[in-house]
Antibody
Framework: EVQLVESGGGLVQPGRSLRLSCAAS????????MHWVRQAPGKGLEWVSG????????GYADSVKGRFTISRDNAKNSLYLQMNSLRAEDTALYYC?????????????WGQGTLVTVSS | EIVLTQSPDFQSVTPKEKVTITCRAS??????LHWYQQKPDQSPKLLIK???QSFSGVPSRFSGSGSGTDFTLTINSLEAEDAATYYC?????????FGQGTKLEIK
């Protein structure tokens, strides 16, 4: 059974940093692209960033480019999102999502999310 | 950026009714359009990939169609458990974008 468990969320002041993690199990992690998708309270879905199976291809939403960095450790079956210079508008539930193949750009399984609140 | 516009934003429907949700893209995206279902306080679930391919385990009452700029998600014989918000998503070009969502309420 595919399981994705996010962690690392919390309350953080504007301008500070936070690192999210996603622990994957139930599938061969290094065979699939992975993504972060966020959802502000009461709002819709926004793709944040994605990374291919071997980290050779990475993409970001314009809203986070230059501030967020996605990475993965295939030996640890883990996905990460380093978030710097956080803003109030980054407040959201952050989902880790798996793609169906190595460079995939859709999301076939999602975690339960970790909440990030940016506030002073 | 490709903008996806869903209609309607909200629909109240009765069980066994047929429901159609549309998603229009601001430019052609071929068949790179996917549909997700999100029930209250749950994470989204993939229903349809590449416009018309059903994802594993999804009930057969869900189907998708379309290509280019106009797409449709159809739910035949709606069930009470289908109360949710439905999102379309394009993977044709970066940044990947979602529609604003369509909330289905069951009467």
């Amino acid at each position: 059974e595919v399981q994705l468990v996010e962690s690392g969320g919390g309350l953080v002041q504007p301008g500070r940093s936070l690192r999210l993690s996603c622990a994957a199990s139930g599938f061969t992690f290094d065979d699939y692209a992975m993504h972060w998708v966020r959802q502000a309270p009461g709002k819709g879905l926004e793709w944040v960033s994605g990374i291919s199976w071997n980290s050779g291809s990475i993409g970001y939403a314009d809203s986070v480019k230059g501030r967020f960095t996605i990475s993965r450790d295939n030996a640890k079956n883990s996905l990460y999102l380093q978030m710097n210079s956080l803003r109030a508008e980054d407040t959201a539930l952050y989902y880790c999502a798996k793609s169906p193949w190595r460079g995939g750009m859709l999301f076939d399984y999602w975690g339960q999310g970790t909440l990030v609140t940016v506030s002073s | 950026e490709i903008v996806l516009t869903q209609s309607p934003d909200f629909q109240s429907v009765t069980p066994k009714e047929k429901v159609t949700i549309t998603c229009r893209a601001s430019q052609s995206i071929g068949s790179s359009l996917h549909w997700y279902q999100q029930k209250p306080d749950q994470s989204p679930k993939l229903l349809i990939k590449y416009a018309s391919q059903s994802f594993s385990g999804v009930p057969s009452r869900f189907s998708g169609s379309g290509s280019g700029t106009d797409f449709t998600l159809t739910i035949n014989s709606l069930e009470a458990e289908d109360a949710a918000t439905y999102y379309c998503h394009q993977s044709s070009s970066l940044p990947y974008t979602f529609g604003q969502g369509t909330k289905l309420e069951i009467k």
